[in-house]
């Protein structure tokens, strides 16, 4: 527990450092929402924006910053006095969880400002919605098991992708049924119990994906120095 907090420390610091993902977390819906503002009618329409700011957190905040504390070498100090694979992922996961309380919290004030809707409401939605996120954060961590690709390169394609993404959600273009963005918005309204089938399936899949890539994480870069 107290390497968890220990992980957890050290990510809040480099936050507070470097506070520009937070800022970016929160500009790029911000402004899709300034966009949108006439079609938002109800509070289940701001899934959208959260999903953009979910996705994008636990993907990149986990699974493409496992790979870059790797090849930068930030973690081998800790490692070679411990190796906490799992503490390391749990402190981020929990980090995350954090970051995104407060991205989202700043997109539902300006929506309860902006278009009158309830706050409590939002709150409640899109804190279920996080939580209902987490097999993500195991999934992205796949990542760390393709070890010759660059952090660059990988934070480029998934930026891309989700830029992309978030773009398309509005329309009624047939890509949607593989839009991570949309599938998870989809979440906020569910009624089908099929669909509940499926995401407890999909979980499943995602976590045991996951467990096995942080069980295989190294914090040793292949590239030569």
Same mark, same amino acid.
């Given at each position: 527990?107290?390497?968890? =907090?220990?992980?957890? =420390?050290?990510?809040?610091?480099?936050?507070? #450092?470097?506070?520009?993902? +937070?800022?970016?977390?929160?500009? +790029?819906?911000?402004?899709?929402?300034?966009?949108?503002?006439?079609?938002?009618?109800?509070?289940? %329409?701001?899934?959208?924006?959260?999903?953009?700011?979910?996705?994008?957190?636990?993907?990149?905040?986990?699974?493409?910053?496992?790979?870059?504390?790797?090849?930068?070498?930030?973690?081998?100090?800790?490692?070679?006095? #411990?190796?906490?694979?799992?503490? &390391?992922?749990?402190?981020?996961? +929990? &980090?995350?969880?954090?970051?995104?309380?407060?991205?989202?919290?700043?997109?539902?004030?300006?929506?309860?400002?902006?278009?009158?809707?309830?706050?409590? %409401?939002?709150?409640?939605?899109?804190?279920?919605?996080?939580?209902?996120?987490?097999?993500?954060?195991?999934?992205? &961590?796949?990542?760390?098991?393709?070890?010759?690709?660059?952090?660059?390169?990988?934070?480029?394609?998934?930026?891309?992708?989700?830029? +992309?993404?978030?773009?398309?959600?509005?329309? %009624?273009?047939?890509?949607?049924?593989?839009?991570?963005?949309?599938?998870?918005?989809?979440?906020?309204?569910?009624?089908?119990?099929?669909?509940?089938?499926?995401?407890?399936?999909?979980?499943?899949?995602?976590?045991?994906?996951?467990?096995?890539?942080? =069980? #295989?994480?190294?914090?040793?870069? %292949?590239?030569?120095?």
């Amino acid at each position: 527990m107290n390497i968890v =907090k220990a992980y957890y =420390k050290l990510n809040i610091i480099m936050l507070m #450092k470097e506070p520009i993902p +937070l800022i970016w977390s929160v500009a +790029l819906p911000a402004i899709f929402l300034f966009i949108n503002l006439g079609v938002i009618q109800s509070e289940s %329409d701001l899934s959208f924006f959260w999903s953009y700011i979910i996705l994008s957190t636990y993907i990149i905040g986990v699974g493409v910053h496992a790979v870059r504390l790797r090849e930068s070498g930030s973690l081998k100090t800790y490692f070679s006095i #411990k190796e906490s694979r799992f503490p &390391f992922f749990y402190a981020t996961v +929990l &980090f995350q969880i954090t970051f995104n309380f407060i991205s989202i919290t700043i997109i539902n004030i300006l929506a309860t400002v902006l278009l009158g809707l309830h706050f409590l %409401d939002l709150f409640i939605m899109s804190s279920i919605l996080i939580i209902l996120a987490l097999p993500l954060c195991y999934f992205s &961590f796949l990542f760390t098991l393709f070890k010759n690709i660059s952090v660059n390169t990988l934070s480029t394609i998934v930026s891309i992708i989700l830029f +992309l993404s978030l773009i398309l959600m509005p329309s %009624d273009h047939v890509i949607n049924q593989v839009n991570p963005l949309y599938l998870l918005s989809s979440l906020a309204s569910v009624q089908s119990f099929e669909v509940y089938v499926y995401y407890f399936i999909m979980s499943v899949v995602l976590i045991t994906v996951g467990l096995f890539s942080i =069980k #295989k994480y190294s914090v040793f870069s %292949d590239e030569r120095r």
